[in-house]
């Protein structure tokens, strides 16, 4: 006789991670998960984060929570409560430290948003008989539907080339949604990681410049990275705000400086307490034919 299913719910079927978790469940027998979204698609459950207490769906012990971990309110952890909740895995972001000195006051407030959604779920559950485990991924990508990788390999397809502050020296670590999703799973259900909050990184540490060359070959394109001093780029963003101004988190100057800082985070914690074993930085686009002499102008 074999043990019931698992049963999750899992919040944010429409985010990236949310995407794959779909697909991960569906090749794990022992969960039996449900997803919930503001435009349910068949078999869906609809959850408006705005006003929970109208959610319907009940008998979850586990919870894996992929919507922006800052509009789980109070409100939403009660009902999760109220529905049996006793597990609740979350992500957040290594922003939440990355970001926090920022000169950018924008880049700051997520930093602070995230810490206080943090705060507020640690608070929640130790108050109300239940477990937490907070995933926070570095860089996170799924071809044609992130804003970090996808947004590069678009730039190249317009442009044919791309630009990058001084060198790009600075290193990265993009951890795909699908590996992020096998993690959540694997994190909801281990004991050693009640209770406690993980970096997520990706398997492969390499220079902003290496990772962009990879898009291009991963797009079956000879590189072409064009690196402009960063007093350029400092003359183009005054000059871009001059003409067209704009508050906007994406266009800043600072996004170009961070080329070259180091964006690190150890991951082997979560690898020790429940086996996160992220694969390396190999993006899967489309391609055309790889020119046969690529790899070696790399």
């Known amino acids: 006789m074999t043990d019931d299913p698992i049963r999750i719910l899992i919040i944010g079927a429409g985010s990236l991670v949310g995407r794959r978790l779909r697909e991960a469940v569906r090749k794990a027998a022992r969960f039996e998960a449900a997803f919930t979204t503001r435009k349910p698609k068949t078999g869906d459950l609809f959850l408006d984060l705005l006003h929970p207490a109208d959610f319907t769906g009940q008998g979850f012990s586990h919870v ?11 409100a939403v952890l009660e009902m999760l409560w109220a529905q049996g909740a006793k597990r609740i895995v979350a992500f957040s972001s290594t922003s939440r430290f990355s970001k926090t000195f920022s000169p950018e006051p924008e880049e700051r407030r997520v930093a602070e948003t995230l810490a206080r959604a943090e705060g507020r779920l640690v608070g929640f559950t130790a108050t109300h008989d239940m477990s937490f485990t907070i995933l926070r991924p570095t860089l996170i990508y799924d071809e044609g539907h992130d804003e970090n990788i996808s947004r590069i390999a678009a730039f190249i397809d317009r442009r044919g080339f791309f630009p990058v502050c001084d060198g790009a020296k600075g290193l990265r670590q993009p951890v795909h949604a699908r590996d992020l999703a096998h993690a959540a799973l694997l994190a909801v259900i281990s004991d050693k990681a009640a209770d406690k909050a993980y970096d997520l990184s990706g398997g492969e540490t390499l220079t902003y410049h290496d990772m962009v060359a990879r898009v291009f070959m991963a797009k079956g ?22 003409l067209r101004p704009s508050g906007a ?12 800082s180091d964006l690190v985070f150890d991951h082997s914690e979560a690898a020790q307490d429940f086996g996160y074993a992220p694969s390396g930085f190999a993006p899967d686009f489309p391609v055309r034919a790889v020119p046969a002499d690529a790899a070696d102008r790399l």
Do not use: C, Q, V, Y
């Not at 971990?69 to 109070?74: E, F, V």
């Not at 394109?221 to 001059?242: C, M, N, Q, V």
């Not at 988190?249 to 070259?260: D, E, V, Y």
């Open 64 to 74: 894996i929570i992929t919507s922006p971990l800052w509009l789980i309110t109070d």
């Open 221 to 242: 394109k000879r590189p072409r990275i064009l690196s402009l001093p960063e007093w350029l780029w400092r003359a183009g963003f005054w000059l871009k705000d001059r």
């Open 249 to 260: 988190l994406k266009s800043n100057i600072h996004m170009a400086l961070r080329m070259n």
